[in-house]
């Protein structure tokens, strides 16, 4: 699976959209980019995943850029229950690595009043 | 409520106690997997399993069992745990042949080795 690079950590206001970029330079023309949540040491939580068009759903946007190195998830209007760790996620969509998924250190966000 | 339990939540034990944390699902998922996680080393994956009686490692199986009897459970088994192994565990489960992998994590369990 593909590499991801996120930013340690995001502060964002609550009420205005927070964008958490993940840059996949590597990633492979059958490889899914996936979000996923922590809060607090909780089980992570699915957000939302994309192969390479642009995706919405109640709890998030994922826009894939055109060359599908880069992307950005944006929770558009924060709050303070978002408070979590982010992470990026690049696997195959199928296979017999399917299901395992590779976390790295992901992006802390802090939404703050 | 499609839930992943597990049990128990918190656990302290010696170092060469034999102990089983339990998984359950109630989603008829396929796919189940363990996951540790410590401090600056992120989640990484111990056991999963496909289905029923189909097992496989993940990256850090050393010091654990597991088995999948019956699709809805998948017990970590810890022999002679050391205290290594103390850290925050993961259950997850997902259908197999899901276009969405969507998967999902239980509540977790804190397991301290002395």
């Known amino acids: 699976d593909a590499k991801t690079t996120q930013p340690p950590s995001m502060d964002c206001a609550e009420g205005r959209a927070a964008n958490l970029p993940c840059n996949h330079s590597t990633i492979s023309g059958n490889e899914y980019v996936y979000w996923y949540r922590q809060i607090h040491s909780q089980g992570p939580q699915y957000i939302i995943h994309?192969?390479?068009n642009n995706e919405t759903n109640e709890m998030a946007s994922l826009i894939i850029t055109e060359d599908r190195k880069s992307s950005t998830l944006i929770l558009p209007h924060a709050t303070l229950r978002d408070t979590a760790v982010y992470y990026c996620?690049?696997?195959?969509?199928?296979?017999?690595?399917?299901?395992?998924?590779?976390f790295g250190q992901g992006t802390i966000l802090t939404v703050h009043p | 409520e499609a839930q992943v339990t597990q049990n128990p939540r918190y656990l302290i034990t010696v170092t060469g106690k034999k102990l089983t944390v339990t998984c359950s699902q109630n989603?008829?998922?396929?796919?189940m997997s363990w996951y540790r996680q410590d401090p600056g080393l992120g989640l990484r994956q111990i056991y999963y399993s496909m289905n029923v009686e189909v097992t496989d490692k993940g990256d850090v199986p050393e010091g654990y069992k597991v088995s999948r009897k019956e699709k809805r459970n998948f017990p970590l088994i810890l022999e002679s745990p050391s205290p290594n192994q103390t850290s925050l565990y993961f259950c997850?489960?997902?259908?197999?042949?899901?276009?969405?992998?969507?998967?999902?994590f239980g509540p977790g369990t804190r397991l301290t080795v002395t």
């Open positions: 994309g192969l390479k």
């Open positions: 996620i690049v696997r195959v969509g199928g296979g017999t690595s399917y299901g395992k998924l590779t």
């Open positions: 989603m008829n998922h396929e796919y």
């Open positions: 997850a489960s997902s259908l197999a042949h899901s276009t969405s992998y969507e998967q999902y």
